[in-house]
């Protein structure tokens, strides 16, 4: 149903058949202008940045709220606007400390604790595997 409005100039037409041509054709111009600011906006629609999400999550700043040491990988569970999620980070984290989504994996974020230089080049590889 929503696709019919990006026919508006086909449906525009119609106007020719029922209306005399001085008073159709400016009426189809505006309707083809009111297509073209459509078209327009759903164009920039579609171009935004991902805003919700697991995906929205690279690069932002998370709190670590828990540490579960396993032998291979230290887990933890991270808080990021009031949700919990699970992660893990090759570096080393304390309960309290700040961390930088580098990358998902499934449903796991893999962090890099902020330290300076580090958070900067974090937020640049928003690379999803």
Known sequence: MCHLVLLMPLFG???F???????ASPLYLMVVAASVLVYYKAYQAMKQPIQ???EAL???TVEVVAVVDTPSLARYLVR???ELWSASSSG???RGDKAVVKRL???RLVLMPVSGDTAASAIGDTTCR
Do not use: F
């Open 58 to 60: 690279v690069g932002k």
């Open 52 to 54: 919700v999400g697991r």
């Open 17 to 23: 058949p029922i209306l005399p041509l001085p008073v």
């Open 13 to 15: 037409l119609a106007l």
């Open 92 to 94: 080393h984290l304390r």
């Open 80 to 82: 990021e606007g009031g």
């Open 105 to 107: 994996e499934g449903t």
